[in-house]
Protein backbone atom coordinates (compact mmCIF):
# COMPACT_ATOMS: atom_id res chain seq x y z
CA UNK A 1 0.00 0.00 0.00
CA UNK A 2 1.19 3.50 -0.96
CA UNK A 3 0.85 5.91 1.34
CA UNK A 4 -1.66 8.78 -0.21
CA UNK A 5 0.13 12.12 0.54
CA UNK A 6 -1.84 15.66 1.67
CA UNK A 7 -1.20 18.46 0.18
CA UNK A 8 2.20 19.49 1.54
CA UNK A 9 2.89 23.15 2.04
CA UNK A 10 5.83 24.64 0.61
CA UNK A 11 9.17 23.55 2.09
CA UNK A 12 10.02 27.10 3.58
CA UNK A 13 6.91 27.29 5.87
CA UNK A 14 7.75 23.44 7.63
CA UNK A 15 10.40 23.73 10.47
CA UNK A 16 12.45 20.41 11.68
CA UNK A 17 13.14 20.18 14.87
CA UNK A 18 15.16 17.47 16.35
CA UNK A 19 13.52 15.04 19.13
CA UNK A 20 16.23 11.66 19.43
CA UNK A 21 18.42 10.05 18.21
CA UNK A 22 19.67 6.24 19.19
CA UNK A 23 21.24 3.23 17.47
CA UNK A 24 19.61 0.19 17.25
CA UNK A 25 20.99 -3.45 17.32
CA UNK A 26 19.01 -6.00 16.20
CA UNK A 27 20.25 -9.42 17.53
CA UNK A 28 20.19 -12.93 15.01
CA UNK A 29 16.34 -13.91 15.56
CA UNK A 30 14.98 -11.56 16.82
CA UNK A 31 11.93 -9.35 16.57
CA UNK A 32 11.83 -5.46 18.08
CA UNK A 33 9.55 -4.12 20.15
CA UNK A 34 6.27 -2.48 18.15
CA UNK A 35 7.27 1.64 18.36
CA UNK A 36 4.70 4.24 17.83
CA UNK A 37 5.24 7.92 18.26
CA UNK A 38 3.27 11.14 17.75
CA UNK A 39 6.48 12.35 15.91
CA UNK A 40 8.31 11.50 12.50
CA UNK A 41 10.64 8.42 12.65
CA UNK A 42 13.47 8.54 10.60
CA UNK A 43 14.85 4.54 10.17
CA UNK A 44 18.17 4.37 8.33
CA UNK A 45 19.51 0.50 7.95
CA UNK A 46 23.43 0.69 8.90
CA UNK A 47 24.11 -2.81 8.45
CA UNK A 48 22.20 -5.52 7.70
CA UNK A 49 19.31 -6.48 5.75
CA UNK A 50 15.96 -6.84 7.54
CA UNK A 51 12.57 -6.67 7.00
CA UNK A 52 10.29 -3.42 8.55
CA UNK A 53 6.70 -3.86 9.32
CA UNK A 54 5.32 -0.04 9.28
CA UNK A 55 1.22 -0.44 10.09
CA UNK A 56 1.41 -4.62 9.53
CA UNK A 57 2.76 -3.48 6.18
CA UNK A 58 6.11 -5.80 5.22
CA UNK A 59 8.68 -3.93 3.72
CA UNK A 60 12.15 -5.27 3.14
CA UNK A 61 14.54 -3.23 4.13
CA UNK A 62 18.28 -3.51 3.09
CA UNK A 63 21.61 -1.99 4.39
CA UNK A 64 21.98 1.58 3.83
CA UNK A 65 18.40 2.17 3.01
CA UNK A 66 15.90 4.52 4.86
CA UNK A 67 12.44 5.10 5.88
CA UNK A 68 10.45 8.42 7.05
CA UNK A 69 7.18 7.20 9.30
CA UNK A 70 4.56 9.95 9.50
CA UNK A 71 3.60 10.86 13.17
CA UNK A 72 0.98 8.21 14.44
CA UNK A 73 2.74 4.62 12.58
CA UNK A 74 3.47 1.96 13.86
CA UNK A 75 6.34 -0.22 12.90
CA UNK A 76 8.70 -2.95 14.36
CA UNK A 77 11.74 -4.90 13.03
CA UNK A 78 12.09 -8.62 12.60
CA UNK A 79 15.49 -10.16 11.83
CA UNK A 80 15.41 -13.74 11.19
CA UNK A 81 18.83 -13.93 10.03
CA UNK A 82 21.76 -14.98 11.52
CA UNK A 83 23.46 -11.84 11.71
CA UNK A 84 23.27 -8.60 13.48
CA UNK A 85 21.64 -5.47 12.18
CA UNK A 86 22.10 -2.36 13.35
CA UNK A 87 19.83 0.50 12.36
CA UNK A 88 19.73 4.63 13.18
CA UNK A 89 16.92 5.88 15.09
CA UNK A 90 15.92 9.68 14.91
CA UNK A 91 12.53 11.07 15.87
CA UNK A 92 11.72 14.66 14.88
CA UNK A 93 8.93 16.91 14.75
CA UNK A 94 7.54 19.70 11.70
CA UNK A 95 5.90 23.50 12.45
CA UNK A 96 4.10 24.43 9.89
CA UNK A 97 4.60 28.52 10.06
CA UNK A 98 2.82 29.91 7.52
CA UNK A 99 -0.77 29.87 9.23
CA UNK A 100 -2.18 32.21 11.72
CA UNK A 101 -0.45 30.55 14.40
CA UNK A 102 2.19 27.87 14.47
CA UNK A 103 0.92 24.11 14.46
CA UNK A 104 2.35 20.89 14.05
CA UNK A 105 2.74 19.21 10.88
CA UNK A 106 1.97 15.16 10.78
CA UNK A 107 0.90 14.47 7.05
CA UNK A 108 3.25 12.23 4.95
CA UNK A 109 6.00 14.14 3.19
CA UNK A 110 6.28 12.26 0.11
CA UNK A 111 3.35 9.93 -1.43
CA UNK A 112 5.96 6.97 -1.54
CA UNK A 113 5.98 3.56 0.23
CA UNK A 114 7.98 5.70 3.13
CA UNK A 115 11.39 5.20 1.35
CA UNK A 116 13.38 7.62 1.05
CA UNK A 117 17.02 7.76 -1.02
CA UNK A 118 19.75 8.20 1.25
CA UNK A 119 22.87 9.71 -0.68
CA UNK A 120 25.90 9.89 -0.13
CA UNK A 121 24.99 7.15 2.52
CA UNK A 122 29.00 7.79 3.78
CA UNK A 123 28.61 11.46 5.03
CA UNK A 124 24.73 10.84 6.08
CA UNK A 125 26.62 7.94 8.21
CA UNK A 126 28.73 10.34 9.81
CA UNK A 127 26.59 12.77 10.26
CA UNK A 128 24.41 10.63 12.96
CA UNK A 129 27.62 9.26 14.22
CA UNK A 130 28.44 12.65 15.43
CA UNK A 131 24.92 13.11 16.60
CA UNK A 132 25.20 10.18 18.84
CA UNK A 133 28.72 11.17 20.16
CA UNK A 134 26.65 13.89 21.95
CA UNK A 135 24.28 11.14 23.87
CA UNK A 136 21.03 9.94 23.00
CA UNK A 137 18.97 12.10 25.89
CA UNK A 138 20.46 16.12 25.81
CA UNK A 139 19.35 19.52 26.79
CA UNK A 140 20.66 22.85 26.20
CA UNK A 141 23.90 23.34 24.14
CA UNK A 142 24.36 19.68 23.27
CA UNK A 143 20.93 19.75 22.24
CA UNK A 144 21.31 22.45 19.68
CA UNK A 145 24.26 20.95 18.40
CA UNK A 146 22.51 17.80 17.98
CA UNK A 147 19.84 19.95 15.89
CA UNK A 148 22.39 21.41 13.84
CA UNK A 149 24.04 18.21 12.42
CA UNK A 150 20.32 16.74 12.40
CA UNK A 151 19.47 20.08 9.68
CA UNK A 152 22.29 18.70 7.54
CA UNK A 153 21.11 15.24 7.82
CA UNK A 154 17.73 16.59 6.59
CA UNK A 155 18.44 19.19 4.33
CA UNK A 156 20.74 16.05 2.52
CA UNK A 157 17.87 13.96 2.74
CA UNK A 158 14.99 16.66 0.78
CA UNK A 159 17.86 17.26 -1.68
CA UNK A 160 17.76 13.90 -2.97
CA UNK A 161 13.88 13.50 -2.20
CA UNK A 162 11.82 16.55 -2.17
CA UNK A 163 10.17 17.23 -5.34
CA UNK A 164 11.94 19.89 -7.30
CA UNK A 165 12.23 21.40 -11.07
CA UNK A 166 16.07 21.32 -9.87
CA UNK A 167 17.32 17.70 -11.29
CA UNK A 168 21.20 18.83 -10.32
CA UNK A 169 22.52 16.56 -7.52
CA UNK A 170 18.91 14.89 -7.32
CA UNK A 171 19.08 10.86 -7.32
CA UNK A 172 15.55 11.20 -8.66
CA UNK A 173 16.73 12.37 -11.87
CA UNK A 174 19.85 9.32 -12.24
CA UNK A 175 16.28 7.26 -11.43
CA UNK A 176 14.96 8.62 -14.55
CA UNK A 177 17.98 7.70 -16.45
CA UNK A 178 17.84 3.88 -15.81
CA UNK A 179 13.89 4.38 -16.96
CA UNK A 180 14.93 6.05 -20.27
CA UNK A 181 17.66 3.15 -21.31
CA UNK A 182 14.91 0.97 -20.78
CA UNK A 183 12.58 2.57 -22.92
CA UNK A 184 15.61 4.06 -25.86
CA UNK A 185 18.29 1.09 -25.28
CA UNK A 186 18.16 0.84 -29.28
CA UNK A 187 19.32 3.95 -29.89
CA UNK A 188 23.46 5.42 -29.54
CA UNK A 189 23.52 6.36 -26.04
CA UNK A 190 26.89 7.55 -23.97
CA UNK A 191 27.45 8.27 -20.50
CA UNK A 192 28.00 12.15 -21.56
CA UNK A 193 24.44 11.99 -22.99
CA UNK A 194 22.80 10.39 -19.85
CA UNK A 195 24.89 12.99 -17.26
CA UNK A 196 23.55 15.53 -19.22
CA UNK A 197 20.08 14.33 -18.83
CA UNK A 198 20.76 14.10 -14.94
CA UNK A 199 21.85 17.62 -15.18
CA UNK A 200 25.39 16.88 -13.66
CA UNK A 201 29.27 16.18 -14.54
CA UNK A 202 29.68 12.85 -15.89
CA UNK A 203 32.03 11.62 -13.37
CA UNK A 204 29.55 12.19 -10.47
CA UNK A 205 26.77 10.81 -12.52
CA UNK A 206 28.27 7.68 -13.33
CA UNK A 207 29.08 6.96 -9.22
CA UNK A 208 25.32 8.04 -8.09
CA UNK A 209 23.78 5.65 -11.33
CA UNK A 210 26.16 2.74 -9.65
CA UNK A 211 24.89 3.46 -6.09
CA UNK A 212 21.35 2.98 -7.57
CA UNK A 213 21.40 0.30 -9.97
CA UNK A 214 24.96 -1.51 -8.79
CA UNK A 215 26.20 -1.33 -12.34
CA UNK A 216 27.46 1.39 -13.82
CA UNK A 217 25.99 2.74 -17.14
CA UNK A 218 27.78 1.39 -19.96
CA UNK A 219 27.21 -2.24 -18.02
CA UNK A 220 23.56 -1.28 -17.31
CA UNK A 221 23.05 -0.29 -20.66
CA UNK A 222 24.39 -3.70 -22.48
CA UNK A 223 22.23 -5.60 -19.57
CA UNK A 224 19.14 -4.26 -21.28
CA UNK A 225 20.11 -4.90 -24.33
CA UNK A 226 21.29 -8.33 -23.91
CA UNK A 227 17.68 -9.29 -22.09
CA UNK A 228 16.02 -7.90 -24.83
CA UNK A 229 17.71 -9.94 -27.56
CA UNK A 230 17.14 -12.84 -25.45
CA UNK A 231 13.60 -13.07 -26.44
CA UNK A 232 14.38 -12.30 -30.52
CA UNK A 233 16.52 -15.30 -30.39
CA UNK A 234 14.11 -17.46 -29.28
CA UNK A 235 11.46 -15.56 -30.83
CA UNK A 236 13.16 -15.74 -34.46
CA UNK A 237 15.52 -17.52 -37.06
CA UNK A 238 16.96 -13.87 -37.75
CA UNK A 239 20.68 -13.40 -38.82
CA UNK A 240 22.60 -12.40 -35.68
CA UNK A 241 23.58 -9.29 -36.89
CA UNK A 242 20.58 -8.52 -37.39
CA UNK A 243 19.62 -8.86 -33.50
CA UNK A 244 22.43 -7.37 -32.28
CA UNK A 245 21.27 -4.57 -34.54
CA UNK A 246 17.88 -4.40 -33.20
CA UNK A 247 18.97 -4.51 -29.40
CA UNK A 248 21.25 -1.61 -30.32
CA UNK A 249 24.45 -3.07 -31.16
CA UNK A 250 26.39 -1.72 -34.19
CA UNK A 251 28.80 -5.10 -34.02
CA UNK A 252 27.49 -8.65 -33.63
CA UNK A 253 30.84 -9.41 -33.13
CA UNK A 254 30.88 -7.35 -29.95
CA UNK A 255 27.58 -8.68 -28.89
CA UNK A 256 28.45 -11.87 -28.85
CA UNK A 257 31.48 -10.88 -26.66
CA UNK A 258 29.41 -9.08 -24.19
CA UNK A 259 26.69 -11.47 -24.55
CA UNK A 260 29.01 -14.42 -23.34
CA UNK A 261 30.35 -12.01 -20.63
CA UNK A 262 27.07 -11.52 -19.11
CA UNK A 263 25.45 -15.22 -19.62
CA UNK A 264 28.54 -17.29 -19.41
CA UNK A 265 27.44 -18.90 -23.12
CA UNK A 266 27.38 -17.43 -26.79
CA UNK A 267 23.69 -16.53 -28.33
CA UNK A 268 23.75 -20.27 -30.18
CA UNK A 269 24.59 -21.76 -27.16
CA UNK A 270 21.99 -19.72 -25.21
CA UNK A 271 19.49 -20.92 -28.30
CA UNK A 272 20.54 -24.28 -28.17
CA UNK A 273 20.25 -24.49 -24.50
CA UNK A 274 16.59 -22.98 -24.17
CA UNK A 275 15.11 -24.99 -26.98
CA UNK A 276 14.67 -27.95 -23.82
CA UNK A 277 12.81 -25.11 -22.67
CA UNK A 278 8.82 -25.31 -21.46
CA UNK A 279 6.62 -22.54 -21.43
CA UNK A 280 4.54 -21.80 -17.54
CA UNK A 281 2.82 -20.00 -16.23
CA UNK A 282 3.36 -19.02 -12.31
CA UNK A 283 1.00 -18.03 -9.43
CA UNK A 284 0.91 -14.10 -10.16
CA UNK A 285 0.04 -14.77 -14.18
CA UNK A 286 3.40 -14.61 -15.33
CA UNK A 287 4.65 -16.79 -18.69
CA UNK A 288 8.02 -17.89 -17.96
CA UNK A 289 10.34 -20.33 -20.18
CA UNK A 290 12.27 -22.27 -17.97
CA UNK A 291 14.30 -25.29 -18.37
CA UNK A 292 12.53 -28.59 -18.77
CA UNK A 293 14.12 -30.35 -15.94
CA UNK A 294 16.29 -27.46 -13.78
CA UNK A 295 18.95 -28.37 -12.56
CA UNK A 296 20.52 -25.48 -10.05
CA UNK A 297 17.28 -24.80 -8.67
CA UNK A 298 17.08 -21.67 -6.16
CA UNK A 299 14.02 -22.15 -3.51
CA UNK A 300 12.97 -18.92 -1.09
CA UNK A 301 9.93 -19.37 0.27
CA UNK A 302 8.29 -21.13 3.27
CA UNK A 303 7.60 -24.63 1.80
CA UNK A 304 10.95 -25.79 0.99
CA UNK A 305 10.05 -29.14 2.01
CA UNK A 306 7.35 -29.29 -1.25
CA UNK A 307 10.36 -29.27 -3.26
CA UNK A 308 12.46 -32.08 -1.37
CA UNK A 309 9.35 -34.47 -1.26
CA UNK A 310 9.77 -34.63 -4.97
CA UNK A 311 12.79 -35.44 -4.58
CA UNK A 312 14.09 -31.82 -6.17
CA UNK A 313 16.58 -30.52 -3.87
CA UNK A 314 17.89 -26.82 -4.26
CA UNK A 315 21.03 -25.14 -4.40
CA UNK A 316 20.24 -22.17 -2.95
CA UNK A 317 17.37 -20.86 0.02
CA UNK A 318 16.26 -18.99 3.04
CA UNK A 319 17.44 -21.78 5.31
CA UNK A 320 18.66 -20.61 8.30
CA UNK A 321 14.93 -19.56 9.35
CA UNK A 322 14.65 -23.68 8.88
CA UNK A 323 17.32 -24.87 10.95
CA UNK A 324 14.83 -26.04 13.78
CA UNK A 325 12.70 -27.70 11.41
CA UNK A 326 12.59 -31.35 10.88
CA UNK A 327 14.94 -31.03 7.63
CA UNK A 328 17.73 -30.19 8.92
CA UNK A 329 19.71 -32.69 7.27
CA UNK A 330 18.08 -31.90 3.78
CA UNK A 331 20.07 -28.02 4.77
CA UNK A 332 23.42 -29.22 4.77
CA UNK A 333 23.24 -29.38 0.90
CA UNK A 334 21.67 -25.95 0.50
CA UNK A 335 23.25 -22.77 0.02
CA UNK A 336 21.82 -19.92 2.56
CA UNK A 337 20.99 -16.70 0.77
CA UNK A 338 20.15 -14.51 3.72
CA UNK A 339 16.84 -13.31 4.69
CA UNK A 340 15.92 -10.76 3.10
CA UNK A 341 16.94 -12.36 -0.01
CA UNK A 342 20.58 -11.54 -1.11
CA UNK A 343 20.82 -10.92 -4.76
CA UNK A 344 24.60 -10.82 -5.32
CA UNK A 345 25.05 -14.37 -3.31
CA UNK A 346 22.05 -15.74 -5.52
CA UNK A 347 23.46 -14.85 -8.72
CA UNK A 348 27.24 -16.16 -7.40
CA UNK A 349 25.42 -19.50 -7.70
CA UNK A 350 24.64 -19.66 -11.28
CA UNK A 351 20.66 -20.79 -10.72
CA UNK A 352 18.67 -21.84 -13.81
CA UNK A 353 15.38 -21.45 -12.31
CA UNK A 354 14.41 -19.24 -8.89
CA UNK A 355 11.01 -20.32 -7.11
CA UNK A 356 10.20 -17.62 -5.29
CA UNK A 357 7.28 -17.44 -2.80
CA UNK A 358 6.47 -13.40 -2.71
CA UNK A 359 4.37 -11.62 -4.81
CA UNK A 360 6.55 -8.49 -4.73
CA UNK A 361 6.28 -6.94 -8.63
CA UNK A 362 9.53 -4.84 -7.76
CA UNK A 363 12.23 -7.95 -6.20
CA UNK A 364 10.53 -10.18 -8.98
CA UNK A 365 11.65 -8.08 -12.17
CA UNK A 366 15.31 -7.76 -9.98
CA UNK A 367 15.38 -11.37 -9.94
CA UNK A 368 14.42 -12.34 -13.64
CA UNK A 369 17.93 -11.03 -14.19
CA UNK A 370 19.52 -13.89 -12.61
CA UNK A 371 17.71 -16.82 -13.53
CA UNK A 372 13.94 -17.29 -14.72
CA UNK A 373 11.92 -16.42 -12.00
CA UNK A 374 8.37 -18.42 -10.79
CA UNK A 375 6.43 -16.84 -8.23
CA UNK A 376 4.62 -19.62 -5.98
CA UNK A 377 2.40 -19.33 -3.56
CA UNK A 378 2.77 -21.07 -0.25
CA UNK A 379 -0.12 -20.71 1.28
CA UNK A 380 -2.36 -22.84 -1.48
CA UNK A 381 -3.55 -25.87 -0.99
CA UNK A 382 -1.35 -28.73 -0.36
CA UNK A 383 -2.69 -30.54 -3.71
CA UNK A 384 -2.51 -27.46 -5.89
CA UNK A 385 0.69 -26.14 -4.77
CA UNK A 386 2.86 -30.42 -5.23
CA UNK A 387 0.73 -30.69 -8.85
CA UNK A 388 2.02 -27.07 -10.13
CA UNK A 389 5.49 -28.31 -8.76
CA UNK A 390 5.10 -31.33 -10.21
CA UNK A 391 4.40 -29.78 -14.06
CA UNK A 392 7.66 -26.88 -13.44
CA UNK A 393 9.92 -29.89 -12.66
CA UNK A 394 9.04 -32.48 -14.89
CA UNK A 395 7.79 -34.72 -11.79
CA UNK A 396 4.52 -34.51 -12.37
CA UNK A 397 4.37 -38.39 -11.31
CA UNK A 398 5.80 -37.86 -7.94
CA UNK A 399 3.76 -35.57 -6.93
CA UNK A 400 0.31 -37.92 -8.34
CA UNK A 401 1.82 -40.70 -6.39
CA UNK A 402 2.71 -38.74 -2.96
CA UNK A 403 -0.66 -36.78 -3.12
CA UNK A 404 -2.14 -40.07 -2.71
CA UNK A 405 -0.64 -41.49 -0.36
CA UNK A 406 -0.78 -38.82 1.83
CA UNK A 407 -4.53 -38.53 1.80
CA UNK A 408 -4.20 -42.83 2.32
CA UNK A 409 -2.22 -42.22 5.50
CA UNK A 410 -4.36 -39.29 6.42
CA UNK A 411 -7.32 -41.07 6.91
CA UNK A 412 -5.97 -44.19 7.65
CA UNK A 413 -4.32 -41.93 10.79
CA UNK A 414 -7.68 -40.42 11.68
CA UNK A 415 -9.86 -43.76 11.16
CA UNK A 416 -6.81 -44.98 14.23
CA UNK A 417 -8.25 -42.41 16.62
CA UNK A 418 -11.76 -42.25 16.39
CA UNK A 419 -11.05 -44.29 20.24
CA UNK A 420 -9.67 -41.04 21.51
CA UNK A 421 -11.66 -38.70 19.63
CA UNK A 422 -15.00 -37.79 20.86
CA UNK A 423 -17.69 -37.06 18.62
CA UNK A 424 -17.26 -32.94 17.82
CA UNK A 425 -14.09 -32.56 19.89
CA UNK A 426 -12.56 -29.23 19.06
CA UNK A 427 -8.89 -27.93 18.83
CA UNK A 428 -7.59 -24.18 19.30
CA UNK A 429 -3.98 -23.28 18.04
CA UNK A 430 -2.62 -20.20 20.20
CA UNK A 431 0.93 -18.78 19.27
CA UNK A 432 2.71 -15.63 19.83
CA UNK A 433 4.45 -13.96 17.53
CA UNK A 434 5.88 -10.37 17.26
CA UNK A 435 7.23 -10.06 20.48
CA UNK A 436 4.20 -10.76 22.63
CA UNK A 437 1.29 -10.65 20.65
CA UNK A 438 -0.69 -13.32 20.80
CA UNK A 439 -2.18 -15.07 17.90
CA UNK A 440 -5.02 -18.17 17.07
CA UNK A 441 -4.94 -19.86 14.29
CA UNK A 442 -7.18 -20.17 11.56
CA UNK A 443 -6.94 -21.21 7.80
CA UNK A 444 -3.00 -21.86 8.13
CA UNK A 445 -0.55 -23.57 9.65
CA UNK A 446 -1.41 -26.99 11.75
CA UNK A 447 -5.13 -26.30 12.33
CA UNK A 448 -4.92 -27.64 8.39
CA UNK A 449 -4.16 -30.97 9.45
CA UNK A 450 -6.72 -30.70 12.41
CA UNK A 451 -9.04 -29.84 10.96
CA UNK A 452 -10.52 -32.90 9.38
CA UNK A 453 -14.12 -34.86 8.61
CA UNK A 454 -12.52 -37.36 10.79
CA UNK A 455 -10.69 -34.79 12.83
CA UNK A 456 -11.53 -32.08 15.74
CA UNK A 457 -13.78 -29.18 14.92
CA UNK A 458 -12.64 -25.44 15.61
CA UNK A 459 -14.83 -23.30 18.38
CA UNK A 460 -17.09 -20.86 16.92
CA UNK A 461 -15.04 -18.27 16.67
CA UNK A 462 -12.22 -20.13 15.07
CA UNK A 463 -14.99 -21.23 12.70
CA UNK A 464 -16.18 -18.01 12.01
CA UNK A 465 -12.71 -17.16 10.65
CA UNK A 466 -11.87 -19.71 8.60
CA UNK A 467 -15.25 -19.09 6.80
CA UNK A 468 -14.25 -15.66 6.43
CA UNK A 469 -10.71 -16.84 4.84
CA UNK A 470 -8.29 -15.95 8.43
CA UNK A 471 -5.23 -17.39 8.41
CA UNK A 472 -4.72 -15.98 12.10
CA UNK A 473 -6.11 -13.47 14.56
CA UNK A 474 -4.53 -11.27 17.41
CA UNK A 475 -6.47 -11.67 20.61
CA UNK A 476 -5.56 -10.40 23.92
CA UNK A 477 -4.99 -13.04 26.79
CA UNK A 478 -7.64 -11.88 28.05
CA UNK A 479 -10.22 -14.00 25.30
CA UNK A 480 -8.14 -16.92 25.41
CA UNK A 481 -11.18 -18.85 27.50
CA UNK A 482 -13.33 -17.65 24.08
CA UNK A 483 -11.17 -19.47 21.55
CA UNK A 484 -10.23 -22.19 23.76
CA UNK A 485 -11.13 -25.66 22.45
CA UNK A 486 -11.08 -29.27 24.26
CA UNK A 487 -7.57 -29.68 23.56
CA UNK A 488 -5.35 -26.97 23.26
CA UNK A 489 -2.09 -26.82 20.26
CA UNK A 490 0.57 -24.14 21.66
CA UNK A 491 3.71 -23.51 19.52
CA UNK A 492 6.87 -22.34 20.66
CA UNK A 493 8.28 -20.16 18.23
CA UNK A 494 12.09 -19.42 17.63
CA UNK A 495 11.90 -15.84 19.24
CA UNK A 496 13.09 -15.33 22.63
CA UNK A 497 10.34 -12.71 23.39
CA UNK A 498 7.62 -14.79 21.90
CA UNK A 499 9.06 -18.00 23.26
CA UNK A 500 9.06 -16.42 26.74
CA UNK A 501 5.39 -14.84 26.44
CA UNK A 502 4.20 -18.59 25.95
CA UNK A 503 6.37 -19.61 29.13
CA UNK A 504 4.92 -17.17 30.96
CA UNK A 505 1.22 -17.88 29.60
CA UNK A 506 1.21 -21.04 30.43
CA UNK A 507 2.05 -20.26 33.85
CA UNK A 508 -0.35 -18.21 34.42
CA UNK A 509 -3.61 -18.59 36.51
CA UNK A 510 -5.70 -17.63 33.65
CA UNK A 511 -3.72 -20.32 31.54
CA UNK A 512 -4.41 -23.35 34.65
CA UNK A 513 -8.01 -22.26 34.95
CA UNK A 514 -8.86 -23.54 31.41
CA UNK A 515 -10.68 -26.98 31.08
CA UNK A 516 -8.17 -28.51 28.86
CA UNK A 517 -5.36 -27.78 31.30
CA UNK A 518 -7.50 -29.26 33.85
CA UNK A 519 -8.00 -32.72 31.67
CA UNK A 520 -3.88 -33.12 30.45
CA UNK A 521 -5.20 -31.65 26.85
CA UNK A 522 -2.42 -29.74 25.96
CA UNK A 523 0.14 -29.59 24.11
CA UNK A 524 3.52 -27.49 23.29
CA UNK A 525 4.86 -28.30 20.71
CA UNK A 526 8.04 -26.28 18.71
CA UNK A 527 6.23 -24.26 15.97
CA UNK A 528 9.24 -24.86 13.66
CA UNK A 529 8.12 -28.52 13.51
CA UNK A 530 4.18 -28.57 13.81
CA UNK A 531 3.18 -24.97 12.38
CA UNK A 532 4.77 -25.88 8.81
CA UNK A 533 2.17 -26.65 5.93
CA UNK A 534 5.12 -27.84 3.76
CA UNK A 535 4.78 -31.35 2.01
CA UNK A 536 8.01 -32.87 3.84
CA UNK A 537 6.70 -32.23 7.54
CA UNK A 538 3.05 -33.04 7.04
CA UNK A 539 4.25 -36.43 6.45
CA UNK A 540 6.61 -36.10 9.49
CA UNK A 541 3.36 -34.91 11.38
CA UNK A 542 0.90 -37.41 10.56
CA UNK A 543 3.73 -40.09 11.52
CA UNK A 544 3.58 -38.27 14.81
CA UNK A 545 0.38 -37.03 15.65
CA UNK A 546 -1.00 -40.49 16.69
CA UNK A 547 1.58 -40.96 19.69
CA UNK A 548 1.38 -37.35 20.77
CA UNK A 549 -2.55 -37.38 21.05
CA UNK A 550 -2.51 -40.36 23.28
CA UNK A 551 0.18 -39.07 25.78
CA UNK A 552 -0.49 -35.70 25.82
CA UNK A 553 0.65 -33.20 28.44
CA UNK A 554 -0.85 -30.13 30.37
CA UNK A 555 2.33 -28.35 31.62
CA UNK A 556 5.93 -27.42 29.82
CA UNK A 557 8.88 -28.83 30.78
CA UNK A 558 11.07 -28.12 33.07
CA UNK A 559 13.69 -26.82 30.36
CA UNK A 560 11.00 -24.67 29.20
CA UNK A 561 11.33 -22.92 32.92
CA UNK A 562 14.74 -22.85 33.09
CA UNK A 563 14.59 -20.96 29.61
CA UNK A 564 12.43 -18.56 30.94
CA UNK A 565 14.76 -18.03 34.27
CA UNK A 566 18.01 -17.62 32.09
Not at 3 to 13: G, H, I, K, T
Not at 113 to 122: K, L, Q
Not at 170 to 189: F, N
Not at 199 to 206: F, L, Q, R, V
Request: with cysteine; aromatic share 10%; charged share 20%.
Amino acid sequence: MVNQAAAVPELRSLLFQFSVVQKLHITAEWVSEEQCRDEYTLLIIAAGDCHLFVNEELITALEHSCYVLPPGSSWYISNLSSKEISLHFIAFIIIHTQLEQQVRFKEPLLPTNHSWIIYPFSRCSKLIEAMLSGGENTAGLEWFKQHLLFQELIGMLLEHNWPSDKSAGDMRSVEATARYIDSHYTKPITVKQLAALAGMPAWKYTSMFKDFTGKIPLDYLNQVRIDRSKEWLLASAAPLREIARKAGFTDEYYYSRRFRQFTGMTPRQYVHSMKQSLLVKDCTGHEVLIPSEPRRIIYYGETLGDLLILGAHPIGGNVHGLKNTWMQEELLRIVDIGIPFNREKAAGLEPDLIIYSNSDEEQYEQLVKIAPTLTYDPYGPLNKRLLMLGQWLGKQGEAERWLASYESKTMTMWQQLQDIIRPGETATVFVYHRGRRLFVMGTMGLPELLFHPSGFRPVPLVQQMIEAGEAYKEISEADITKYAGDRLFVMLPNTRQSRLATVELIHSNRWEGLPAVKNGQVYVLEEDQWNLTDAYTRDIQISKLPELLRIGYSKPTQSLQDEADR
